[in-house]
């Protein structure tokens, strides 16, 4: 009888290991740009600092630079696996935040300045589509940072302490501010879930709130909230099919976790750190085959 329950429950924690990664594969994006496997191992690398990006359907990668002499407006590129820039988008003031290719062929993107804007830009660099922001303009850097396009054609947009949704002719139809309890409650990512509920990253605040349509948090992460892995100036969150949400510590460093995996109920599934004195501004899973992994709201 002790050995059948022995059996038992040795092939119920089997089960529950072989459900919860042992690692997993992802395009970073930071100060250090790089593509890590399930085990930790670097396979790609690009020289440059980047802010958004993503790895596209034909191998290649778009990617949100940082200023540079050669881009001193930020700029976004498409670069090839061995680091060939084939297409770009030179930004035109302070820097340039977002690189999403859409549905449509356009690529997503959000300029920080004087006149801070968001842009569909076609494949031939034309402007296809041109939303004013509305925010302050003393400070860019804080205008705005992960945007993404809804299935409704909307876009939601971290801005300063808020998160707007416009609609396709630039207007304002949702809005949500940060919880003033939070210290420095500047939003950095935001994501739009099929049930309408809205997930944000507030960074320096180490603090990330989940609000429904009407904006009520219904769900939130603290630094302390998991034994062991501090919340540390959370930045880019990633929504997964089952629920969970991974996130990145922008102030983490090694032996801090810099990415980690979390299931609704605060349960540590799977962290990432290494030894680099880069922070992770955002990332992208994927799959064993280094594709995005399906699903994923990010």
Not at 15 to 35: E, K, N
Not at 196 to 201: A, E, F, Q, R, V
Not at 265 to 289: I, N, P, R
Request: glycine share 8%; proline share 5%; aromatic share 6%.
């Amino acid at each position: 009888m002790i050995r059948t329950l022995l059996c038992l429950f040795s092939a119920t924690l089997a089960l529950i290991a072989a459900d919860q990664p042992a690692g997993r594969s992802f395009l970073m994006l930071g100060g250090v740009t790089q593509i890590v496997n399930a085990s930790g191992k670097v396979t790609w690398k690009y020289p440059a600092v980047t802010r958004d990006g993503e790895i596209l359907p034909n191998g290649n990668l778009l990617l949100t630079l940082s200023k540079t002499k050669a881009y001193p407006g930020g700029a976004v590129v498409e670069v090839t696996r061995d680091q060939k820039v084939v297409w770009e988008y030179k930004g035109t003031q302070t820097e340039v935040n977002t690189a999403v290719l859409l549905d449509n062929g356009n690529i997503l993107l959000t300029e920080a300045g004087n006149n801070p804007r968001l842009l569909e830009v076609a494949r031939d660099g034309s402007i296809k589509v041109e939303i004013p922001l509305g925010c302050q303009v003393t400070n860019h850097h804080l205008q705005s940072r992960m945007a993404r396009k809804l299935p409704n054609g909307h876009y939601l947009v971290p801005q300063d302490k808020t998160v707007r949704e416009y609609d396709a002719a630039g207007k304002v139809v949702w809005e949500r501010q940060s919880p003033e309890s939070t210290l420095d409650n500047r939003t950095f990512c935001c994501l739009r879930n099929a049930a309408g509920h809205t997930l944000i990253s507030l960074t320096v605040g180490s603090h990330i709130i989940e609000v429904d349509e009407a904006g009520k948090i219904v769900w939130e992460l603290r630094d302390g909230d998991l034994p062991g892995v501090p919340v540390n100036r959370t930045t880019a969150l990633s929504w997964l099919p089952n629920g969970n949400i991974v996130f990145s510590n922008y102030a983490a460093r090694a032996p801090q976790a810099k990415v980690v995996e979390i299931t609704r109920e605060k349960k540590v599934v799977w962290t990432y750190t290494d030894a680099t004195t880069q922070g992770v501004h955002e990332f992208q899973l994927l799959d064993d085959a280094g594709k995005p992994l399906a699903g994923v709201l990010r």
